[in-house]
């Protein structure tokens, strides 16, 4: 049986293989060898490569996720990407709703509380109140008339903080800004020396009590603290988007990258041995890692 193979495989490699000449000898021995020789030498033999057609681009992946979070991962692809890519969808709609509702929210309580102060909060009570009840500086208050229609024109801003410096060193600790002014607002409902401007100020004492606070001061600063607390779920809203973004690119490149390692395709050719004769078979080898 085996010289009988041995024959047969030399002559179908003579026929399929070696030049139409007179190589063979004639000898088992020797043809067989000649044989080898001529199949190896006219064997080309390719290296392995990895493919590279469906491999992701990691630029690709984090721009897509810094623009839509989540993009990136339905770029990838695949059940896990696709589920990471709907809880960033959801994050991101859920920080949107907070960042502009109680943007608006506190926008709303903003007017309300401003609007509380000047209806019942008044500049000229309070410079009125220091130039009765303190010695130095005064405050020049102006009539109510045409060029001095609201409490806050019909005083002199200067000398109203000139009279405020002069009074610090006794109990007064701030200047108050102009009217309109964030910090004009914040102030009055803040230190007690802004207690007198308020309408239900009926107590002629001097400053003798620097806790003295009014109602409705005591009001106003709770909205004002109201206000200050719907902005700050606001701030916290577009601090998870920004969050929510940056975590997103960075797992599409993460999820980019193992994607690309996971998956090689590799094409090469394993030698076989048949008795003496070996042989170079192409075989497709699919690695994936987990």
Do not use: C
């Not at 063979?24 to 490569?49: C, E, H, K, W």
């Amino acid at each position: 049986m085996n010289l009988r193979f041995l024959l047969i495989t030399s002559v179908l490699y003579a026929v399929n293989i070696l030049p139409q000449t007179n190589q063979l000898t004639g000898s088992l021995s020797a043809d067989s060898r000649i044989v080898l020789n001529s199949y190896t030498d006219n064997m080309v033999i390719q290296p392995s490569f990895v493919s590279s057609g469906d491999k992701k681009s990691l630029l690709v992946a984090g721009i897509l996720s810094g623009v839509v979070p989540g993009a990136g991962e339905v770029y990838i692809g695949g059940t896990t990407n696709y589920i990471k890519a709907g809880a960033f969808v959801l994050i991101e709609a859920i920080s949107i709703y907070y960042g502009i509702s109680y943007n608006k929210r506190g926008d709303a309580q903003t007017n309300y509380f401003q609007n509380f102060a000047d209806q019942r909060w008044s500049v000229v009570r309070y410079a009125q109140w220091i130039n009765d009840n303190t010695n130095g500086s005064k405050v020049t208050i102006y009539p109510a008339d045409a060029q001095h229609p609201t409490p806050w024109s019909q005083v002199d801003w200067a000398s109203l903080n000139a009279a405020e410096n002069a009074i610090g060193a006794t109990g007064f600790t701030h200047m108050l800004p102009p009217h309109g002014e964030q910090q004009y607002y914040e102030l009055i409902g803040k230190y007690p020396q802004y207690a007198r401007g308020w309408e239900d100020d009926n107590n002629p004492s001097d400053l003798a009590n620097p806790d003295y606070i009014t109602p409705e001061f005591h009001w106003y600063s709770e909205m004002r603290g109201d206000a200050n607390q719907l902005y700050k779920v606001s701030s916290r809203g577009v601090a998870i988007i920004y969050i929510n973004h940056f975590l997103s690119i960075l797992d599409a490149i993460w999820s980019s990258a193992s994607y690309n390692k996971n998956l090689a395709v590799n094409i090469s050719y394993d030698r076989v041995n048949l008795g003496f004769v070996e042989d170079y078979n192409p075989t497709l080898h699919i690695k994936y890692n987990f």
